[in-house]
């Protein structure tokens, strides 16, 4: 798909990897309309597109609410028409020890994380495939391929949704005309855990999850603007499944292989890891 031209909505475009990649589209020709809760980010991010010569447009949109993401799609569609790349974005985290997690602590989870990419679809998705013509890119996470740890649930379960909800999108959407990628980010530089919440963890014990997630994942953290560099390629060549690290292929290929092998031998690893945290507290 060519990008010049295009006009692309991002949700949870001011700031980490949905910046990034609306600055990238701007460079590649696109006009974009950024959709995010913090209007100083907005505003900011909305400024560096309209000086690299592209039009922007910033507006306040919490995918949790429906009624925001409504009128999110009629401002696009009045002011500029069906979008050419639609990226559902925007994401939160929640982690902690799960007898603790309130039912509206998941609601809060699962209300932006997959049915923000819900409404997302819901808006967007009907003016699109009549237009015949477009790109949907999602954003999962390796934790929507692999669950990196148990404190991890609410925010795996939220990105497993993401991941089965876009893969059948591409089938659905694809015969129309309207190309899908799933993008499966490990360790990004971003601003997520601003927004996070962590219930009835300890500090040692976040060190302890976050430590383990990463090990389970592997590969390097990236930079915003290296993650949006792979965005566009995949819209550019309509590629599917956006990796960010050719370890995490293996790592798939492993849990795929073998699903009881490979939980086992994760237990193993956090009760090594709980051994090791056990011994530094005494």
Aim: with cysteine; aromatic share 4%; proline share 3%.
């Amino acid at each position: 798909m060519h990008i010049a031209g295009e006009v692309a909505v991002i949700t949870g475009g001011a700031s980490g990897i949905g910046r990034a990649t609306a600055l990238a589209l701007a460079r590649q020709g696109a006009d974009v309309v950024l959709a995010d809760v913090n209007d100083t980010r907005l505003a900011a991010t909305e400024a560096e597109i309209v000086a690299l010569g592209r039009r922007a447009l910033a507006v306040h949109t919490d995918v949790g609410r429906d009624e925001d993401v409504q009128r999110l799609a009629d401002i696009v569609l009045r002011e500029f028409g069906p979008p050419g790349i639609l990226m559902n974005n925007a994401g939160v985290v929640l982690r902690g020890a799960l007898e603790q997690i309130s039912v509206a602590d998941w609601q809060w989870c699962l209300g932006i994380n997959l049915f923000g990419v819900i409404r997302g679809l819901h808006a967007f998705l009907g003016p699109m495939l009549a237009r015949g013509h477009g790109h949907i890119v999602n954003t999962g996470s390796m934790a929507g391929l692999v669950p990196l740890t148990g404190e991890g649930a609410p925010y795996i379960a939220s990105k497993f949704g993401v991941v089965g909800l876009t893969e059948a999108l591409a089938l659905y959407a694809r015969p129309f005309g309207v190309g899908v990628s799933l993008l499966c980010p490990g360790g990004v530089r971003t601003n997520l855990a601003e927004t996070g919440r962590s219930i009835g963890m300890t500090p040692a014990r976040e060190r302890a999850e976050t430590r383990m997630a990463q090990t389970v994942q592997g590969g390097r953290e990236l930079e915003p603007a290296e993650v949006a560099d792979l965005v566009i390629q995949a819209i550019q060549t309509e590629r599917f499944l956006i990796l960010t690290d050719a370890v995490h292929a293996e790592l798939l290929r492993r849990r795929g292989e073998d699903l009881d092998t490979f939980v086992e031998a994760r237990l193993a690893a956090a009760q090594q890891s709980e051994a090791e945290n056990a011994t530094g507290r005494s």
